[in-house]
């Protein structure tokens, strides 16, 4: 029964290193998508991704940020040369493929709180 | 502009019935979600109404649509001290990739 699984839960990073985030998708969801929250904001979506292909990443900044969604193993949202702007917490949400279920509703996980010191 | 907006904030006794409000500007929105979101977690389905729909209940919550003004609310009766959270409004549109739009969340406070 378990959900959608997102680690780390916290990470701090100092500016110029890597951050890797992984998100896990529900038992059955074959889609992902990865969303940013910045403090007292909605959530902005990034990248949607399914098993080895990405569909939409017209929310990704083009320079530095990049996903994927191997075969096997979960997803990654891999930020390089950290900033102190991409402080934010990141959240990953999954779904059956579209058109499958009655609501293609997507399920978040706990979300990881980077900090970039 | 924002496609999905709400107000900021939301202060209720305990008891009374909150109702947060919601506006979108699609008029192709399929599915139309209510999120909440407590602090340091993530985003939990409360509740969805399709399109078509004018109302929908569940237990204390009561979701109406008006699609022709564009404008979706939240009723919660009887609100509870658990009930603070952010509750984010979001809209879903029928694209083939159904990437919602979230608005900036509500913040209810309920007070003792």
């Known amino acids: 029964n378990a959900g959608v699984m997102q680690n780390p839960r916290h990470l701090v990073r100092r500016r110029g290193q890597e951050a890797r985030l992984r998100c896990s998708p529900m038992k059955g969801h074959s889609h992902v998508y990865w969303y940013r929250q910045l403090p007292e904001e909605g959530l902005k979506f990034m990248v949607y991704?399914?098993?080895?292909?990405?569909?939409?990443e017209s929310g990704m900044p083009k320079e530095r940020f990049s996903a994927e969604f191997p075969k096997e193993g979960p997803s990654i949202l891999r930020i390089q040369q950290v900033v102190r702007g991409d402080s934010a917490a990141y959240f990953c949400?999954?779904?059956?493929?579209?058109?499958?279920?009655?609501?293609?509703?997507?399920?978040f996980g706990p979300g990881t709180r980077l900090t970039v010191l | 502009g924002e496609d999905v907006e709400q107000s900021l904030f939301l202060s209720v006794r305990e008891g009374d019935s909150s109702v947060i409000n919601c506006t979108y500007t699609d008029s192709s929105s399929t599915y139309l979600y209510w999120y909440k979101q407590e602090p340091g977690a993530g985003l939990q389905l409360l509740t969805y109404?399709?399109?078509?729909?004018d109302m929908k209940q569940d237990q204390r919550l009561t979701v109406l649509l008006n699609k022709k003004d564009k404008h979706l609310s939240l009723r919660i009766a009887d609100t509870q001290t658990g009930d603070s959270a952010i509750y984010f409004c979001?809209?879903?549109?029928?694209?083939?990739?159904?990437?919602?739009?979230f608005g900036r969340g509500t913040s209810l406070i309920v007070h003792p």
């Open positions: 991704l399914q098993k080895e292909n990405i569909i939409d």
């Open positions: 109404i399709f399109s078509n729909m």
């Open positions: 949400a999954s779904s059956p493929a579209p058109g499958t279920s009655g609501t293609d509703t997507q399920y």
């Open positions: 979001a809209e879903s549109i029928t694209k083939g990739s159904y990437i919602p739009t």
